[in-house]
């Protein structure tokens, strides 16, 4: 796959990753049992941020992208850890597109 | 169209917009004649983050989308009217993309 | 008071907003009463976002600093309202920077 | 010095740095040897952002400080690499307060 489709790939999957996350986020305050999902709902925020901050430096071809998105796979691998502890569809298809982004931000670190 | 579709056509709007600003700023500080683009360097700074913005509000489901996106709308269209007095192709790009979000932005101002 | 006082007063009231903001969220969410808090946990996060934004926009002379700050100042409003609802401390310390926040954002108005 | 020290400090070197990179980046679009400032024009905005991310995650106890400081370090170092090569006033004080900045992030990496 050559550079310019892997920037795009990429953008294309933290923008996704973000919004599933926000998803999830604004769904786990909407239940009942908010107390079980504190955590989910730190680590979505969190993840959230850094995936639309990933997206951003990569259409502007930051020199950093390689490290933030370094950065980003931490994070979507622990918001992941946690929402797969969970049993609410949302949380399930968020640690999902949380894995796959941090799959193809992989692929970057070797990019830039 | 509902809600949700006008939602997810917003966000994506506005993911292309902040794309289209950083393409266009990056190959700006490229140009030979970087001193004719300080004011295009400026304002597709200023859309790519509200543009940014707007799009992370809407995912969160945001109280104040209407407001986020009306702000949008104005940066769009200031954005575009400065990149459609230069002559380079990713100036021209950058403003039709502004045009669009801005058009598309309207309808969430009656939405949220 | 002149133009660059007013911005650098308006710079640390926003950064003071947004810190006070996010600790009344973080601070929330290990409540045990989680569960009256959620739209004060919205509403710190919406505000501690524009008050991050609004105070980058200032450092940099946004040409939108007038509208971002009209937009900061609703936002204030709105978590303050929220917050004074409250009984913990953080809301209520929340609330207050809010508002103060608020009005220094109103001098920004006519000034940018 | 005590960790909620430490992190008042380094939210107000990261604000202060935001503040200090986006001054350097709107003097430099300024100057008439703008074509020679290229890289600075670059490397304010990218630490500007990263700075101003850096605060956002310390005030809401972020649980990769830690990993946004090492990030926020590497920026504040090629920045000031950067600026101070430049004969400006505007860069050297942003070379100063970059390196300043970073290291009391490097405080943060063995803290949180």
């Known amino acids: 796959m050559n550079n ?18 926000n998803v999830c986020y604004v ?10 999902l504190r955590d989910c709902i730190t680590l979505t925020r969190e993840c959230a941020g850094i995936c639309s901050f990933a997206a951003e430096a990569m259409t502007r071809m ?4 390689a490290d933030i998105c370094a950065l ?10 946690e929402c797969e502890k969970q049993m609410q569809d949302h949380c399930k298809h968020c ?13 970057m670190c070797y990019v830039a």
């Open 95 to 107: 640690a999902e597109v949380c894995r796959k982004c941090a799959q193809i931000c992989r692929g």
């Open 4 to 21: 310019e489709l892997q920037y795009k790939d990429c953008i294309e999957a933290c923008h996704q990753t973000m919004n599933a996350c």
């Open 72 to 81: 980003c796979i931490k994070m979507c691998e622990s918001c992941a850890d």
């Open 27 to 36: 769904s786990c305050l909407k239940e009942y049992d908010i107390a079980m």
């Open 62 to 65: 930051s020199p950093y992208v």
